[in-house]
């Protein structure tokens, strides 16, 4: 009897474990979705520098009922960086900025999540990048959520963080008074009334400022 009753107890142990297990799913983020892009926005004193990573993957391991314990993980290959201007990316890539070189990716792994709202989240991770990883807190907003026409689950989030530039090693910046990228000899030149505009309304200051605006929408699949 003690035995049977044994039995009994484990199988329900097993049961009622295995469907907490089969609450959580597993999401691949879909880089190819129209909905998937990773961008980034940089300000300057002439204008805001708009870029976008093209090669990206990563994975969400959720639980509807417990949001809390979701884990997400992204790596972002910086040799796809795009800003629509060559000469640019390629500077981005270099030392002075991404060091594509050395540090070929970045990274992210989040340490906690909590539910604001119906359909927002705050999420605190670690962003690594130049070798260096920082906390950094994210909002979150989720878009949608449907059923491909192969009936696979999809999701579509929304995820925005604010970083420093310097907390990560990027140090490189320019005087607007001597920064010349044309390489104008004339002092009313293109460049040089573009830069005596700025400097009037922002002042003398450097070229670069140090804020990063970092803006994930990603599309996911349930694998």
């Given at each position: 009897?003690?035995?049977?009753?044994?039995?009994?107890?484990?199988?329900?142990?097993?049961?009622?474990?295995?469907?907490?297990?089969?609450?959580?799913?597993?999401?691949?983020?879909?880089?190819?979705?129209?909905?998937?892009?990773?961008?980034?926005?940089?300000?300057?004193?002439?204008?805001?520098?708009?870029?976008a990573f093209k090669d990206f993957s990563?994975?969400?391991?959720?639980?509807?009922?417990?949001?809390?314990?979701?884990?997400?993980?992204?790596?972002?290959?910086?040799?796809?960086?795009?800003?629509?201007?060559?000469?640019?990316?390629?500077?981005?890539?270099?030392?002075?900025?991404?060091?594509?070189?050395?540090?070929?990716?970045?990274?992210?792994?989040?340490?906690?999540?909590?539910?604001?709202?119906?359909?927002?989240l705050t999420m605190q991770g670690r962003?690594?990048?130049?070798?260096?990883?920082?906390?950094?807190?994210?909002?979150?907003?989720?878009?949608?959520?449907?059923?491909?026409?192969?009936?696979?689950?999809?999701?579509?989030?929304?995820?925005?963080?604010?970083?420093?530039?310097?907390?990560?090693?990027?140090?490189?910046?320019?005087?607007?008074?001597?920064?010349?990228?044309?390489?104008?000899?004339?002092?009313?030149?293109?460049?040089?009334?573009?830069?005596?505009?700025?400097?009037?309304?922002?002042?003398?200051?450097?070229?670069?400022?140090?804020?990063?605006?970092?803006?994930?929408?990603?599309?996911?699949?349930?694998?």
């Open positions: 009897m003690l035995n049977k009753i044994f039995l009994l107890m484990t199988l329900l142990i097993v049961a009622s474990t295995s469907a907490a297990v089969a609450q959580n799913a597993v999401y691949e983020v879909d880089p190819h979705s129209s909905n998937s892009k990773v961008t980034f926005t940089s300000g300057t004193v002439f204008y805001d520098v708009v870029g990563g994975e969400i391991d959720l639980d509807p009922a417990n949001v809390g314990q979701a884990r997400v993980s992204m790596i972002v290959n910086i040799a796809s960086l795009d800003t629509g201007n060559s000469d640019r990316d390629k500077h981005l890539k270099s030392v002075d900025f991404f060091d594509l070189q050395n540090f070929p990716q970045a990274k992210f792994q989040n340490v906690h999540v909590e539910q604001t709202g119906d359909h927002t962003l690594e990048l130049k070798g260096m990883r920082r906390m950094t807190q994210w909002n979150v907003t989720s878009i949608k959520s449907y059923v491909d026409g192969q009936g696979k689950a999809r999701v579509v989030f929304s995820a925005q963080t604010s970083v420093d530039r310097k907390d990560f090693g990027i140090f490189w910046n320019a005087d607007p008074n001597t920064y010349n990228p044309l390489n104008e000899k004339k002092k009313d030149g293109f460049w040089s009334q573009l830069k005596d505009s700025a400097l009037k309304t922002v002042g003398n200051q450097f070229i670069s400022t140090d804020e990063v605006k970092i803006d994930a929408q990603l599309e996911a699949v349930k694998k």
